[in-house]
């Protein structure tokens, strides 16, 4: 079956930039969207289609894909990008929609 | 603005049913593909099933088929989930959310998300 690997912590300095992966067999060829998850909060949608991101959204974020690697990326990072982290794809072969284990954002 | 709000939630012993609804506002419901998504406490998140727009078609995680349905209804802009024959491992908090619009649905992503109501299974 498919899966998503994401590391589980990063770490950054503030005002620094934060690399998030999400790791998966050919992951180029799905659809990757990232979502962020605060504590006690629903998840929010942070990117969708790989390097799209929705209205609302900072332009600090943004995504990246290639091969077997989709990346969120987090440019200038503050104190409120805090946060788990989540990648997802729909694994067509299985009919299952598919969230990596998640990464959890620390801006030292 | 949309609006996903969740609701049926609470204690209830194994092997029992629980019906989950999820009411929706600020989009056209009826044209929207939704899902139930859970998060176990302290765990990540894990999708439970999806529904197209006209009920036509529906998807579950192999965790809950056979034992939870997803329904709608279009004239009242509600979603559902049918949870029966829970288990403790079913304890989680259950999220409703939108599918962003696009040819194949299920290949997109879930736009907006409600609170959650939380599913506790206990004796």
């Known amino acids: 079956s498919y899966e998503l690997t994401q590391p589980l912590s990063v770490s950054v300095a503030l005002g620094q930039t934060a690399r998030i992966t999400c790791g998966g067999n050919?992951?180029?060829?799905?659809?990757v969207h990232w979502y962020q998850q605060k504590p006690g909060q629903a998840p929010v949608l942070v990117m969708y289609r790989d390097a799209n991101r929705p209205s609302g959204i900072p332009e600090r974020f943004s995504g990246s894909i290639s091969g077997n690697t989709a990346t969120l990326t987090i440019s200038r990072a503050q104190a409120g990008d805090e946060a788990d982290y989540y990648c997802?794809?729909?694994?067509?072969?299985?009919?299952?929609?598919?969230f990596g284990g998640g990464t959890k954002l620390t801006v030292l | 603005e949309v609006r996903l709000v969740e609701s049926g939630g609470g204690l209830v012993q194994p092997g029992g049913s629980l019906r989950l609804s999820c009411s929706a506002s600020g989009f056209t419901f009826s044209s929207t593909a939704m899902a139930w998504v859970r998060q176990a406490p302290g765990k990540g998140l894990e999708w439970v099933s999806s529904l197209s727009h006209n009920s036509a078609s529906a998807f579950y995680a192999e965790s809950v088929r056979g034992r939870f349905t997803i329904s709608r209804d279009n004239s009242e802009n509600t979603l559902h989930l049918q949870m029966n024959s829970l288990r403790a491992e079913d304890t989680a908090s259950y999220y409703c959310?939108?599918?962003?619009?696009?040819?194949?649905?299920?290949?997109?992503?879930?736009?907006?998300w409600g609170q959650g109501t939380l599913v506790t299974v206990s004796s």
């Open positions: 959310a939108k599918y962003r619009h696009g040819v194949l649905w299920f290949r997109e992503s879930l736009d907006w």
């Open positions: 050919n992951i180029a060829a799905k659809n």
């Open positions: 997802q794809v729909w694994d067509s072969s299985t009919a299952y929609l598919l």
